[in-house]
């Protein structure tokens, strides 16, 4: 990672010295700490994350309370806590070190708001079904090269962790990526209003979470939250390629959004910034996109994956670095060596009782958009690795309520024009629709730990499997000892 990207639970040596502590919780301060003179070099909510210097915002959760840890977080060096209550088991030493408030989740979002009204750089603020950190990765990668850049580590993209992503903004960067998550309506409303982007971005929308919706519509709706924080003369980027695009564009508007400054991104020939082509360059694991800037200047530049999806979370970047008026040949090769992380279409080479095996893991989460692209995705890969068999293992899809039955069974439909050598299926929903599909050579478990024993033993040499489901179906079991194994040689 470069140097000049710069995550949340990274340490900045004068990030929030006690006055600017002070100033941004002014009105929830009940007794401040007796030391003055102690600068926060990182703000953490969780006491295993504490380095020297940590600011700790004790908060209490459903299976925690961080004012259990005060002693610890001390011990590890951090220089202030924030809390509601002096525990009675505190060690006296460290009583002069906390900042006693009202509210410490009220603290956090003071703490954030702070921060982004001492930032002077530009926000980047994005949502979507689908392909949201992915995007905030490349979005990452490229800016690292015009300049300092803050960006959410992992998903921090909820009430907590948006605020605790936006406390940790260091003042002197040039520009912060915020990642933004809802599975109900009205949860981005309040996160982009706190982050205040210049740029706001739906990645895509589709039928995640729609357990809690009534239509897709309805997701569509609660994304489009995210132009309601819109800095003033800020931009909307929208998929044009999505079936939503009116729906969004017309939201954009409502919003506020300057015609203008609403631009689209995709494949049709009618996208602001549109990808033309990608050419699969085997030999160094890259693909090399050729792409078409407002409808008329042409740009190349190669992405180091061969993954497809991440072609047009490119785009994105392109159409953002252009905006900011970015050096683009020179941020674009920042994606030379951009890679799938774990969970997200990492290709795994390992060996298993002494055979070949490749395992693209997609594990992190699904939905029915990012499986049909995934397993795209996947059959592109037999050119590269030739294998001797195309193993699929899927786990079912959580959160679609009434419409899990459908979904589940288009997934199903779909997969069974792939012709995979071998399909395995996880989860109750599955097993119901694949006893209507009938998928040739299938096999179900209940749950991913029912299918590790019959997964380990049925790999061939030379077999590429893809393994994808909801982040609850745990699909990683499959492969983690394999994986295990494999590092430890």
């Known amino acids: 990672m470069s140097d000049q990207i710069f995550l949340c639970d990274n340490q900045y040596a004068h990030l929030w010295p ?28 969780d006491s295993r994350k504490v380095q020297k210097n940590s600011l700790f915002i004790a908060l209490k959760g459903e299976n925690t309370d961080g004012h ?24 006296h030493q460290f009583s002069k070190n906390l900042i006693v408030v009202k509210n410490t989740y009220e603290a956090l979002n003071k703490l954030a708001h702070f921060a982004r009204q001492r930032f002077a750089g530009k926000v980047i603020g994005l949502t ?22 803050h960006m959410s580590s992992g998903n921090l993209n909820n009430h907590i962790g948006l605020p605790l992503s936006l406390a940790n903004l260091p003042s002197d960067a040039d520009f912060a990526i915020f990642e933004m998550g809802m599975n109900h309506a009205n949860e981005i409303t309040p996160l982009s209003k706190l982050a205040r982007p210049h740029i706001a971005i739906i990645t895509n929308v589709g039928p995640v979470h729609i357990e809690f919706f009534k239509n897709e519509q309805e997701i569509a709706l609660a994304k489009s939250e995210i132009f309601l924080g819109l800095e003033q003369n800020g931009y909307a980027i929208i998929n044009f390629d999505n079936i939503h695009y009116e729906f969004l564009y017309n939201q ?21 910034y549109r990808l033309i082509k990608t050419n699969q360059i085997n ?28 072609a047009i979370n490119s785009i994105i970047a392109l159409a953002c670095l252009d905006i900011t008026k970015s050096k683009l040949q020179k941020c674009l090769n920042g994606l030379n060596d951009f890679g799938s992380e774990n969970g ?33 995705n996947c059959l592109n890969y037999q050119k590269i690795f030739n294998p001797s068999r195309i193993i699929c293992a899927l786990g079912e899809m959580r959160e679609l309520g009434a419409k899990s039955k459908d979904i589940h ?3 199903l439909k779909f997969v069974i024009e792939q012709k995979f050598d071998l399909v395995i299926l996880v989860g109750a929903e599955m097993e119901i629709a694949n006893q209507q ?40 079991k499959l492969f983690e000892n394999l994986i295990y194994k494999n590092s430890a040689k």
């Open 128 to 149: 979507g079904s689908v392909g949201k950190t992915t995007t905030k990765e490349i979005l990452g990668k490229v800016f690292a090269l015009q300049g300092k850049t």
């Open 409 to 411: 069974l288009e997934l």
């Open 68 to 91: 259990l840890y005060l002693n610890q977080v001390f011990e590890r060096g951090a220089c202030y806590a924030v809390v509601e209550n002096i525990p009675d088991n505190l060690n």
């Open 18 to 45: 006690h006055h600017e502590i002070v100033l941004a919780l002014q009105n929830l301060i009940v007794k401040n700490s007796e030391l003055s003179n102690l600068i926060s070099s990182n703000v953490v909510i």
């Open 344 to 376: 997200r279409g990492k290709i795994n080479h390992i060996i298993n009782n002494n055979k070949k095996i490749t395992i693209i893991d997609d594990t992190y989460n699904a939905s029915i958009l990012s499986m049909k692209a995934g397993i795209e």
């Open 283 to 310: 030999v160094e694991n890259k693909l090399e996109i050729e792409a078409f800037i407002k409808k008329q200047n042409a740009i190349k530049y190669k992405i180091g994956s061969l993954n497809k999806i991440h």
């Open 252 to 272: 954009a508007k409502i919003s506020g959004v300057n015609p203008s400054n609403i631009i689209s991104f995709g494949t049709n020939i009618n996208a602001d």
């Open 437 to 476: 599909i009938k998928i040739p050579n299938s096999i179900n478990f209940l749950d991913s730990s029912s299918a590790q024993t019959y997964f380990e033993t049925c790999l061939n040499d030379n077999d590429l499997v893809y393994i994808k489901g909801s982040r609850g179906i745990k699909m990683e």
